[in-house]
């Protein structure tokens, strides 16, 4: 079966500081993969995807980036972190395109102060 | 466009009462439509989904969703809340699209009274 990890679980980051978050799946071949932000009382938006390799789709201008550097790794970065970046950081995974199902990790809460 | 509407930010029911979440969405084409859960501090788990088939989809935990075209409803029906029920809901469509993206309504929280 299929399984989405991501670490940390939770991180507090002091402003300006660089930021790495980490989502790996388990279980499948070239998913999709998407990272999302959910600020305080707010929905999800998608922040980026990625259809393979090296291939990576920017959803909102922002101070992040995100690299997948093998098939079942996905990356988000920061150089330096804004108060603005906190909130939870969610991954997932969806298998061909169009349609399907996406499957969501446990989520990194971040905390920038 | 695909979009979706959550009618109501917050429900709350008394445990055993049935529950009632509801959702509108908009799209030009047959859509795909889900409903995820998110308990505190975790991530969406899948209810049940939508995809062209019976229009009556049953998912895990009791809840079920009827999607009803000519009133661009899917919404999420319980007939018995119980505590472990708290939690944000969060009704979807997917864009039709090769990337797979979804679009997220702005979920509605269900507070269960004991």
């Known amino acids: 079966s299929q399984t989405i990890h991501q670490w940390p679980a939770t991180l507090v980051q002091p402003v300006g500081s660089p930021l790495s978050l980490e989502c790996t799946v388990e279980?499948?071949?070239?998913?999709?993969l998407y990272w999302y932000r959910q600020a305080a009382g707010r929905g999800l938006q998608l922040l980026f995807y990625?259809?393979?390799?090296?291939?990576i789709s920017s959803e909102v201008p922002q101070n992040l980036s995100a690299s997948r550097p093998q098939d079942r790794q996905f990356i988000l970065s920061s150089k330096k972190l804004l108060l603005s970046d906190s909130g939870f950081y969610l991954c997932?995974?969806?298998?061909?395109?169009?349609?399907?199902?996406?499957?969501f990790g446990p989520g990194t809460r971040l905390l920038v102060l | 466009a695909q979009s979706v509407t959550q009618l109501d930010s917050h429900v709350s029911v008394s445990e055993g009462t049935p529950v009632l979440l509801r959702c509108n969405y908009s799209s030009s084409y047959s859509p795909s439509l889900f409903w995820y859960v998110q308990h505190p501090n975790k991530g969406l788990q899948l209810l049940l989904k939508y995809t062209s088939a019976a229009t009556l989809v049953k998912g895990i935990n009791g809840f079920e969703a009827e999607f009803k075209k000519s009133e661009t409803s899917f919404h999420l029906t319980k007939p018995s809340a119980h505590m472990s029920d708290a939690a944000e809901y969060f009704c979807?469509?997917?864009?039709?699209?090769?990337?797979?993206?979804?679009?997220f309504g702005q979920g509605t929280t269900l507070q269960v009274k004991p």
């Open positions: 990625s259809v393979g390799i090296g291939q």
């Open positions: 997932a995974w969806s298998v061909l395109q169009g349609r399907e199902t996406q499957y």
């Open positions: 979807v469509v997917s864009d039709l699209s090769n990337t797979g993206k979804l679009i």
């Open positions: 279980g499948t071949s070239n998913p999709n």
